[in-house]
C-alpha cells in the first residue's frame, strides 16, 4: 500500500476538487471533495470487476475478501486509509501552510503531499517502545495482492527514557506492556476472527526472532550500558517475551 500514490489532480487549488488514486501507476479511483466540506472515495469501475486487481489495503476487503465499496461521505477528515498517510505534528502544520489551509482539512494535505506518500512501517512491542500508534503498523504486498508484514525499522525502546510501561494504544483489553499475555494475544485473535493458533504461532515465531537478534547485536548498537539493561530488564518481565 505505500505504493499507492496520489499524482495528478484534476483541478488547481484552491479549486480542486478530485484526486486520482493511483496503485503501482495505475488508477484505481477517486476521492472526490463535495460540498459542505466533505469527501467520498470511490473506486473505478475497472478496477472493482477486475479480479485479480492488486490490493490496496486490507482494509477495503470484507470478511469472504469481497471488495467493499460503499462509502459514506466524511466531513473535513478523510477516510482513515489515507489520513494515515499524512504526517502528524509540525509536518503537517507546514503542509497546512503550503495548501494554505486548516491542518484538519485533509483532503487538501493529501494533494500536497502527492507522490511523497509514506512507505510500509511495523514494530514489535517486545522491545518496550511505549510510542505504539496505527501507523507504525504495515503490510506490503511483495505479489501486489497477499499481505505480508513490512520489514522493520526505526526501533525505539521508550522505557529506557520514559518510566511509563503502558503502551500508546490498547493491545486488546490492556495498555499495560506486562499484561501482554498469552490470554491476551488469544482474546486479540478472538475479537479479530484470525485463527488463535495462527496468531500465536506468530507471536512466539516474532519472540524467538527478536530474543536472537537482540543477543546477537546489542552490544554492537549505538546504546549505552543503562539502555541495554532497561530493555534486558523489561524482557524478564514481560509475559509475552516467554513465548
Same mark, same amino acid.
Given at each position: ?18 484526486l ?5 501507476? =495505475? ?12 469527501? &467520498? ?7 472493482? =470487476? ?15 475478501? =469481497? %471488495? ?11 477516510m ?10 509540525? %509536518? ?12 484538519? !482539512? ?7 503531499l ?17 510510542d ?7 503490510? &506490503? ?14 526501533f %525505539? ?27 491476551e ?9 484470525s ?11 516474532t519472540?524467538? !526472532? ?8 546489542? !552490544? ?5 550500558k543503562?539502555?541495554?539493561?532497561t ?13
Amino acid at each position: 500500500m505505500g505504493c499507492a500514490q496520489l499524482i495528478r489532480w484534476m483541478k488547481t487549488m484552491p479549486d480542486i476538487t478530485i484526486l486520482e488514486i493511483l496503485l503501482y501507476g =495505475e488508477p484505481v479511483g477517486t476521492l472526490t471533495r463535495i460540498p459542505g466540506d466533505r469527501s &467520498i472515495f470511490a473506486f473505478n469501475e475497472s478496477y472493482a =470487476e477486475d479480479a485479480e486487481r492488486p490490493t490496496l489495503s486490507l482494509s477495503f476487503k470484507g470478511h469472504l475478501g =469481497e %471488495l467493499l465499496s460503499d462509502f459514506r461521505p466524511l466531513q473535513t477528515r478523510i477516510m482513515p486509509f489515507f489520513s494515515n498517510m499524512l504526517p502528524e505534528g509540525q %509536518l503537517r502544520e507546514y503542509l497546512a501552510d503550503r495548501a494554505g489551509v486548516k491542518p484538519q !482539512r485533509e483532503f487538501f494535505l493529501l494533494w500536497v503531499l502527492g507522490q511523497d506518500l509514506p512507505g510500509a512501517v511495523t514494530v514489535r512491542p517486545v522491545d518496550g517502545n511505549a510510542d505504539m500508534h496505527l501507523k507504525n503498523w504495515s503490510l &506490503i504486498y511483495p505479489d501486489r495482492r497477499t499481505a505480508s508484514l513490512a520489514p522493520a525499522y526505526d526501533f %525505539l525502546s521508550t522505557i529506557v527514557y520514559l518510566k511509563d510501561d503502558n503502551a500508546a494504544l490498547k493491545y486488546a483489553r490492556t495498555k499495560r506492556m506486562a499484561e501482554l499475555t498469552p490470554d491476551e494475544l488469544a482474546y486479540m485473535a478472538a475479537k479479530s476472527h484470525s485463527g488463535e493458533k495462527l496468531v500465536m504461532d506468530a507471536a512466539a515465531e516474532t519472540v524467538a !526472532r527478536f530474543h536472537e537478534t537482540w543477543s546477537a547485536e546489542k !552490544r554492537n548498537l549505538a546504546l549505552g550500558k543503562k539502555a541495554v539493561d532497561t530493555i534486558d530488564t523489561h524482557l524478564a518481565k514481560l509475559p509475552v517475551a516467554k513465548l
